[in-house]
């Protein structure tokens, strides 16, 4: 989903245009506040992307961007700043402080459309990391250490010996631990992880 | 100032051998005058004494010469009588016939031995002889003597025809036969009539002539010419046996007087008109030094106050001669004062550049009216340039006639400086806050048209991708889902021009004032802007605006812009050129078939490079590290709202011509409808 954030409606319509043509999702809004407002927790599975012009009236796109710094949203909600003439150093030190690109004014508009697929797939991936850290939270201390002697490669024997378990409770957590990580095989597992 | 050392300078040192020497000399002159008429005198009175003595000599021989006559004639008789062949009446023939010879004898009588008179020269014998003691005494002597002997002179009775108190002397003439005695012969002088009758008229004219005895007693005297002074007086005895007679002569000359007096008056007016002149002199020389030394300190005075003065004087006569600089003016202009005295223009001071402006005001001045306040530059013989401020005055000598020109000049290097700070300070505030609304209006302009151009883009693009993708599947493109997008995009396309026209608009607003103006009122009017920045760079300014030109029908504000924008070009594109070099011209005609007036700026700077000329007139381009770049621009969009056109060539002599036009008033009615400004 690309997220659209300008006071100019022709510049939302435009945009929203223009990522239609390339097959990209999108959603504008009309102020920061507006953007900040929609964000639940949730995000879309394939990926969000966020354009967003530096200089609108109320908030302008440099503390909106905090706001999300804060929230540690940014990797999300890869931010693509467009600016004006003479916003540069500006959208620069954004940039440094985790903003996905900047695009000056005028500028081609499919290389930007390129660059929002980009952070839509960025997105994507870190929702993806975000999901399985999320599972290997669910893990307990017994059943990490097994994952990471199955992610080494050990038989469950070697595990059982290792942790001076039995083989019959290895086979458990193993079960579990697929379970938690929703995978099915040990191949799978370690892809995930990879 | 030095002074050379005069001779009077020197005598000044030694003021007491300076008087010692005419005052001896002086004395030495009045002595000499003194001395010369005292000696004069001296000699002439010696003169007259010796004189007066050979005359009396020769008197007293006279008279001596006489008696002796006498006595010579009584001898003889005296001898005939004694060989007595004689008679009586005869003897008193000889006596009558003696006294008739000497009439200085009163009576001769012949007495016998008894004293009896015999015979005697009056006509009646009278025996009466009355004779006095001393003529007695002298009877005896003269006997007993045997010689003739005079009496001592003394009055007697007797002689009723001399007058009363006469002094007579007998002579006693005795007489002898033999040893025999037989008589007397007594001859009786009237003393005074010695002298009448035997002192010449020419002597006795001159002198008092007295007869004296021993006792200084007068016996008998002549004065003839009034008593004698005696000053010149001469005693000399008479040798007259028995008697004592002294001849005493007094001369009636006084002292010689009269030329001694005129000398000595003369010599001592003179003397005193001398010494008064002298003393006049002297105090006329000290009156002199007095004032000297007085005008001397003033003077020192004057050339320590002149040479103090940090304010360059200059005195030129009417002929525009310098006549006198003081240091600090020379100073000023690098020049020592003996290559500036007395040199006619031009001087060599004088910057090339400006060579016409000072020939101008000197015109100007010869004629009689000088500016009496300019500022104007001066060239030292290194090159460089010294702004100065010259106060000119008339030079009015004590006769109320003028006799030159006065100036002080003030070095306004200092306060140019201070103006041009200040100036560039105005400049760059202004360039500052022009800058800043350039930038507000260019940031608003871009930022007003990026959005419909980029809004534009987009949805073209979109549309593109659509098409892309639709040729891509072989499907034909869907026209409705395009047609919103291209809507879209022609709006904003309209949009745009919208922003532009609204520009052009508001620059359109912006209407020329115009007026009925003169082009030379216009360019006095910031003549003054264009001096300041000419004089930064010693950029003179010749203006060719002929009076006969018609009027502009301009807005005076712009088309003053323009012109200060275009000397302000000219004037910097001279600021590396020699300085001989930087001169610009303001020129004006009038193009009658156009009916335009056309004004061009002639520079002899760097000129304009081909590359740039293309450029020139394209908005933001600009040669200048802190020009916008708009100025021509902004010229050449005055001039052409006015219908006039702004063009530029190379000058053929070096620099540039920029030229614009603007529309004249037609002649006939400029003239109802011209504006004062």
């Known amino acids: 989903m690309l997220h659209i954030i300008d006071d100019e409606e022709v510049v939302r319509d435009s945009l929203s245009w223009l990522a239609a043509s390339r097959s990209i999702e999108a959603r504008s809004y009309a102020s920061g506040q507006q953007f900040l407002d929609s964000l639940d927790g949730t995000f879309d599975e394939q990926g969000d992307c966020v354009l967003l012009d530096v200089r609108m009236p109320d908030m302008n796109g440099i503390a909106l961007f905090d706001q999300l710094v804060k929230r540690d949203l940014t990797a999300r909600l890869p931010v693509i700043f467009l600016t004006g003439h003479g916003d540069v150093p500006m959208a620069v030190d954004s940039l440094k402080r985790g903003a996905f690109d900047f695009f000056e004014k005028p500028f081609n508009d499919n290389d930007l459309m390129d660059r929002v697929q980009q952070g839509l797939a960025n997105s994507r991936q870190a929702g993806e990391l975000a999901a399985v850290h999320a599972r290997l939270a669910t893990l307990s201390t017994r059943e990490r250490e097994v994952l990471d002697l199955i992610l080494a490669g050990k038989m469950n024997k070697v595990v059982a010996d290792k942790l001076g378990i039995s083989m019959r409770t290895v086979e458990v957590h193993r079960a579990h631990i697929f379970d938690k990580m929703q995978v099915k095989t040990a191949v799978e597992l370690a892809g995930l992880l990879k | ?677």
Not at chain 2, 343 to 364: G, H, I, N, S
Not at chain 2, 519 to 547: H, M, N, S
Not at chain 2, 625 to 638: H, K
């Open chain 2, 1 to 677: 100032m030095k002074n050379p050392p005069t001779f009077a300078r020197r005598l000044q040192f030694t003021s007491p051998v300076r008087w010692l020497l005419p005052v001896l000399l002086l004395l030495l002159f009045l002595s000499v005058l003194f001395w010369l008429p005292w000696q004069a005198r001296q000699m002439e009175s010696n003169e007259r004494q010796e004189q007066l003595i050979a005359d009396t000599l020769w008197v007293e021989q006279t008279i001596r010469f006489q008696l002796a006559r006498n006595e010579e004639s009584l001898f003889n008789l005296g001898a005939d009588i004694a060989k007595g062949m004689l008679p009586a009446s005869s003897v008193h023939e000889r006596l009558q016939q003696m006294l008739r010879n000497g009439r200085e004898l009163q009576r001769v009588i012949w007495l016998d031995t008894e004293g009896q008179v015999r015979a005697s020269s009056d006509h009646t014998l009278s025996q009466d002889t009355h004779f006095s003691p001393l003529s007695l005494t002298a009877g005896d002597n003269a006997r007993r003597l045997h010689r003739g002997q005079y009496a001592q002179p003394a009055q007697q009775s007797g002689f009723p025809d001399a007058p009363p108190g006469t002094m007579l002397m007998d002579y006693h003439q005795p007489l002898y036969n033999g040893q025999h005695y037989i008589g007397s012969l007594v001859a009786t002088y009237q003393v005074s009539s010695l002298l009448d009758e035997m002192v010449p008229w020419w002597f006795a004219q001159d002198n008092q002539i007295s007869l004296i005895d021993r006792d200084d007693k007068i016996l008998a005297r002549r004065a003839a010419a009034g008593p004698g002074h005696g000053v010149y007086t001469h005693k000399r005895a008479l040798d007259v046996p028995g008697a004592n007679i002294t001849l005493f002569t007094d001369s009636v000359k006084s002292q010689p007087k009269l030329l001694p007096n005129l000398l000595v008056g003369s010599v001592i007016a003179l003397s005193l008109g001398l010494l008064w002149s002298l003393l006049a002199l002297w105090r006329h020389i000290s009156r002199r030094l007095t004032a000297e030394g007085a005008l001397r300190q003033q003077m020192l005075f004057r050339t320590a106050m002149e040479n103090s003065l940090v304010t360059g004087m200059r005195a030129r006569d009417l002929e525009g001669r310098v006549t006198y600089v003081n240091p600090a003016f020379c100073q000023m202009v690098g020049y020592t004062s003996e290559e500036i005295l007395g040199r006619l223009p031009p001087m060599p001071y004088w910057a090339p550049e400006a060579m016409d402006e000072y020939q101008q005001r000197f015109v100007k001045a010869l004629a009689g009216n000088a500016t009496p306040q300019f500022e104007t530059h001066f060239q030292r013989p290194d090159g460089t340039r010294v702004p100065v401020l010259i106060f000119e005055a008339p030079l009015v000598d004590k006769n109320g006639k003028q006799t030159g020109w006065m100036g002080s000049v003030l070095d306004i290097s200092d306060r140019k400086r201070v103006e041009e700070l200040n100036r560039q300070q105005q400049e760059k505030l202004q360039t500052s806050s022009r800058l800043a609304t350039m930038g507000e209006l260019a940031s608003m302009l871009a930022h007003e048209l990026n959005q419909p151009l980029a809004a534009i883009s987009s949805y073209t693009t979109g549309a593109l991708n659509l098409i892309k993708r639709a040729s891509d599947s072989g499907q034909p493109v869907q026209p409705n889902t395009l047609k919103p997008a291209l809507e879209q995009a022609s709006a904003q396309a309209q949009r745009a021009g919208q922003i532009i026209r609204s520009v052009h608009d508001f620059v359109r607003k912006s209407e020329p004032q115009r007026q009925d103006v003169d082009i030379r009122t216009l360019v006095d009017g910031i003549r003054a802007l264009i001096d300041l920045q000419a004089r930064k760079f010693y950029v003179t300014i010749l203006e060719e605006l002929p009076p006969e030109l018609p009027l502009l029908h301009a807005d005076p504000v712009m088309i003053e812009q323009v012109l200060l924008n275009l000397t302000r070009n000219a004037i910097e594109a001279m600021q590396d050129a020699a300085p001989g070099r930087r001169i610009m011209r303001l020129r004006a005609s009038y193009d009658a078939r156009q009916e335009m007036v056309t004004v061009d700026v002639i520079d002899q700077g760097h000129g304009i490079p081909a590359d740039v000329a293309e450029r020139l007139f394209s908005p933001f381009f600009s040669t200048k590290a802190e020009g916008m770049g708009m100025g021509l621009n902004i010229c050449r969009t005055a001039i052409e709202f006015h219908g006039g056109a702004l063009t530029f060539g190379a000058n053929p002599a070096g620099g540039t011509i920029f030229t614009f036009s603007v529309p004249a008033v037609p002649r006939a009615a400029g003239n109802s409808q011209h504006l004062h400004a």
